[in-house]
């Protein structure tokens, strides 16, 4: 029954995240409904106590990075950064080559660290007058960036630097560049057949006649200079924002150490504040490698951007806002799931797959469908069982650099089901809904998982790691 309850909260959430209703109402009812029917005397403690703790705790912690974010995309849409690199990208590539244009693009700016988030907030633009100059469907643009940013580059990769990537190391002992033939030969898995499917839905729509499409949401505002600045430049702020990150996240914890307090200057006594600074690092570099971008974008493009730098950041404002109470709902959502009875009845049940890698891979990627996060997902499922499947790697002789890469992996697959946070915040940014695009980022979902598995079967037959 528990379980049953579990699944009818998980599938209860899907519907309503598809059928276009706020998650931001309908999460705490999915998971609270749950608590009612597994506990009614835990409804209150749950709400207060964990639901709103986590999402609060995520609003506080991410929310700079979103609005950032927000705000980056808005100055290089509003300098016509965007339309500059959209012209030099059809030069290059071809028109009908716009897929693969934004494809590499997320890929360059998630392999050189930058926030799944941040990438979609900054190539929005650029991918909305790339297909608007090719006319391509613009319900494709989701499936694009999210092959881009939410799959090779985001764990399959060896060195990505995404969290995804990072969490396996602590539990096996490995390092970012784990397993790298396993991750290079996955990553060209999910790339090839990613960019296959998506022209053979970009054919398929210039059969039917079908266009950009008229009367859309959240289009980007049309550049109003009279001559586009060189692609170089309008590229520098991008390259500042990769390289930037890199470097702080590298300096931050030499300059602050593994703590930093002060006290602060208030009447009365008072308590220092002590802030942990790797948990922080990361989130601090992003946020200043955003600041020096948009600072970059201004000085190269004051003119276009001041005569309308309130009215589009009061819009990137409310995108950002709207983006990051999703999300941190859908975190809320996941934390109270995975305290109920139910999901322990589902972790125990996955335990149960008599093959090492399979069982890792199946017991990962579910529990990232469930919570709706790759990261977290996987931080259960590896706080649970990390043990029990370092006992039977070693006992079938399987390398751990192999465990690293299948559990990476095999979070980023079914964890972009509707209600996903990512997912909902790239269909909010661009503007469209889960029943207009949501199809091919669950096509692309399915290309990642088998990827999972297609790695599996290569160690096995190979025995390459």
């Known amino acids: 029954m528990s379980f049953l309850i579990v699944l009818l909260a998980l599938s209860f959430l899907m519907f309503v995240a598809y059928r276009g209703y706020s998650v931001i109402l309908f999460a705490p009812v999915a998971a609270l409904g749950a608590v009612l029917l597994t506990d009614p005397t835990l409804v209150a403690p749950m709400f207060t106590g964990l639901f709103m703790d986590r999402m609060a705790g995520f609003v506080r912690l991410y929310f700079p990075v979103f609005l950032l974010g927000a705000i980056f995309g808005k100055v290089v849409e509003l300098s016509g950064f965007s339309k500059s690199i959209v012209a030099a990208t059809i030069r290059l590539f071809g028109a009908k080559r716009a897929m693969l244009s934004i494809v590499a693009v997320c890929a360059l700016l998630t392999y050189g660290g930058v926030s799944l988030f941040v990438v979609v907030f900054a190539v929005y633009p650029f991918a909305a007058e790339l297909f608007r100059q090719s006319d391509i469907p613009k319900r494709l643009i989701p499936g694009t960036i999210a092959l881009g940013a939410f799959t090779f580059t985001m764990d399959a990769l060896p060195g990505t630097p995404q969290i ?19 991750g290079t030969l996955g990553g060209v898995f999910i790339l090839t057949v990613g ?20 009367d859309l949401r959240n289009e980007p505002e049309p550049f109003a200079g009279e001559r586009l600045v060189n692609p170089l430049i309008a590229l520098m702020p991008l390259v500042l924002v990769g390289v930037a990150n890199k470097v702080l996240t590298l300096a931050i914890p030499e300059f602050y150490g593994a703590s930093h307090a002060f006290v602060p200057a208030v009447i009365g006594d008072t ?3 002590v802030q942990e600074v790797p948990k922080v690092a990361g989130v601090w570099a992003v946020e200043g490698a955003l600041l020096l971008g948009i600072l970059c974008v201004l000085a190269f493009a004051w003119k276009p951007v001041v005569g309308r730098f309130a009215e589009g950041t009061r819009t990137a404002v409310g995108g950002a806002l709207l983006a990051a109470m999703n999300t ?3 975190y809320g959502f996941g934390a109270v799931i995975a305290a109920l009875p139910g999901f322990l009845v589902v972790a125990n049940a996955l335990q149960g797959i008599p093959d090492p890698l399979v069982n890792e891979a199946v017991t990962v990627t579910a529990l990232a469908g469930i919570t709706g996060s790759a990261s977290g997902g996987m931080s259960i499922a590896l706080a649970a069982m990390a043990e029990t499947f370092i006992a039977n790697a070693e006992a079938a002789g399987i390398p751990m650099e192999v465990l690293h890469r299948v559990a990476a992996m095999a979070s ?9 946070g990512a997912v909902i915040t790239l269909l909010a940014v661009t503007g469209l809904t889960h029943r207009q695009a949501y199809g091919d980022i669950f096509a692309i979902t399915v290309i990642k998982t088998l990827a999972v598995f297609t790695i599996i079967g290569l160690f096995y037959l190979t025995g390459w790691v």
């Not at 995804?164 to 396993?182: E, K, M, S």
């Open 271 to 273: 308590t220092p504040v």
């Open 195 to 214: 960019l296959v499917y998506l022209e053979a839905r970009r054919r398929a729509a210039a059969a039917r006649g079908e266009g950009y499409g008229e």
């Open 412 to 420: 980023g697959g079914m964890d972009t089901l509707p209600h996903n």
């Open 164 to 182: 995804q990537n990072i969490i396996p190391g602590g539990f096996f002992g490995t390092d970012t560049w784990a397993a790298p033939v396993l």
């Open 328 to 330: 941190a709902s859908e």
